[in-house]
């Protein structure tokens, strides 16, 4: 996105006579480290920034869908200095951003998109990345359930099945990230787990120097005793396989039943829900 301003370097400002524009520290010329935001000054002499970027959104209505303000409030926060764009103070009536760019209100970063959260039910062959070059992604299962920039927490590998949860909402991933996301797998072997390899896992193993611990694990009910329940917080995408190998076993079906309290009800493989507000409150709760 440009920001050029073209009214020249010794062009008086409009503030008093000797006072001339200095550089532009836009991203090009950005210096290394600044200690604080710059200030972007209304361009009276030239072009505005949103005659320059016309598919942008005005800072007003961005700040305005983030929910902090109206977007007249908005236009008196902007005056006061209060809002930055990618490290910059806008000053500026009827700039404009992009969806991508760092926009801060009184130095915290917002989000003009409402907090979305969307479940999938994953089948499987089916990557869990944001990359297009991965062939069929979870991405495009989900692509008509929001326009938000949703992503998914935690993975599950191309042929692993099961629950998925996607959101945009920066301080849940955060807190997931931090304290762990228990999820349950319904786990197949390729032989019948051992009893005292149960209960090395329930006690904790330690992998490559690091420890690895359990919520819960237990033989499936009714079934084999290769078919595993397994609830764990860890949010890697390689951690069950890693426990297993270190006991050697080979996994051979993995399936995410619930995470958290959500569950695989009324949700057929493949097919994607919209989370409800009382499901969104119940996280608040871990």
Known sequence: ???????????????????TRKGSNARGNAPLSRKKPTTKKPNKGGKTNHQENPN????????????????????????????????????????????????????????????TYVLLNKPKSVATTTSESKGLTVMDLISNATTADVKPIGRLGRNATGLLLFTNDDKLVKKLHSKGMPRLFHIELDKNLKASDLQKIEEGLTING??????????????????????????????????????????????????????????????????????VELFSMM
């Not at 996105?1 to 006072?19: E, I, W």
């Not at 700040?63 to 000053?91: F, M, P, Q």
């Not at 609830?231 to 396989?241: C, F, T």
């Open 1 to 19: 996105m440009s920001r050029k301003d073209n009214s020249g370097k010794g062009k008086p400002s409009g503030r008093g006579a000797g006072n």
């Open 56 to 115: 942008g959104i005005r800072l007003n209505k961005y700040i305005a869908n983030s929910g902090i303000c109206s977007r007249r409030e908005a236009d008196t926060y902007i005056k006061t200095g209060l809002v930055s764009v990618n490290g910059e103070i806008i000053n500026e009536m009827g700039y404009k951003v992009q969806l991508a760019d760092d926009v801060r209100f009184d130095g915290r970063r917002i989000n003009p998109e409402p907090d």
């Open 210 to 279: 690091k420890t690895v611990e359990v919520e819960e694990i237990s033989y499936v009910e009714n079934s084999p005793k290769k078919e595993i329940g397994l609830k764990i917080k860890n949010m890697g995408n390689s951690i069950i396989r890693d426990i297993f190998d270190h006991l050697g076993y080979d996994v051979v079906k993995v399936d995410c039943v619930t995470i958290a309290h959500l569950t695989k009800k009324d949700l057929p493989r493949g097919r994607w829900k919209i989370l409800t507000k009382r499901e």
